[in-house]
């Protein structure tokens, strides 16, 4: 299935973030965040928080920052 939305983050983690809770939220849980890594700049396990706590499945996130 297509994306519902394609995120640009422009490497900041502070989207990357945000729009991932949006997407937990969404109906269609189908947004592509396209820098996984900037997180990790304040936030190192956020995306296993995500899986873990909003039930976020995390598939097609790219790894660039």
Same mark, same amino acid.
């Given at each position: 299935?297509?994306? %519902?939305?394609? =995120?640009? &983050?422009?490497?900041?983690?502070? *989207?990357?973030?945000? #729009?991932?809770?949006? @997407?937990?939220? *969404?109906?269609?849980?189908? =947004? %592509? =965040?396209?820098?996984?890594? +900037?997180?990790?700049?304040? !936030?190192? $396990? #956020?995306?296993?928080? +995500?899986?873990? $706590? $909003? @039930?976020?499945?995390? !598939?097609? %996130? $790219?790894? &660039? +920052?």
């Amino acid at each position: 299935e297509r994306p %519902v939305a394609w =995120i640009d &983050t422009r490497n900041d983690h502070r *989207l990357a973030m945000s #729009f991932a809770v949006l @997407g937990s939220v *969404l109906q269609q849980k189908r =947004i %592509v =965040i396209d820098s996984k890594a +900037c997180v990790g700049k304040t !936030y190192p $396990l #956020f995306w296993d928080h +995500c899986q873990s $706590l $909003l @039930g976020l499945q995390l !598939y097609g %996130v $790219l790894m &660039t +920052c």
